[in-house]
């Protein structure tokens, strides 16, 4: 089955990047992670509007679903869901409103 959503380039780099952070301790965590954040993609692909805005980090009307320590930062809109960045939690607000910047369409 093809999943209900589409990557922007660097959030499918984002994937990969924690998959092999996690990895470098603990393969079998990182592949559990990695399906928890899947499954969170494939719920906001059946539910676009589950997710929460975040003004303090973009104008734009994306959502984010928290998914453990990380954020899934999405465009609920399209369709396909447009997976726009997957950041880490503990960055700081001035550095994921940068990371959404540059990653505008």
Not at 42 to 71: E, H, Q
């Amino acid at each position: 089955m093809t999943p209900g959503y589409a990557f922007h380039p660097d959030a499918e780099a984002d994937l990969t990047e924690i998959w092999e952070y996690i990895a470098a301790d603990d393969v079998n965590a990182a592949d559990r992670l990695i399906e928890e954040i899947e499954d969170g993609l494939n719920k906001i692909a059946r539910f676009p509007n589950l997710g929460r805005r975040r003004p303090d980090l973009t104008s734009r009307p994306l959502r984010f679903l928290r998914v453990r320590d990380y954020l899934v930062a999405y465009a609920p809109g399209r369709r396909p869901l447009w997976i726009i960045a997957i950041i880490h939690g503990v960055r700081s607000p001035r550095t994921m409103a940068a990371i959404l910047r540059g990653r505008e369409d």
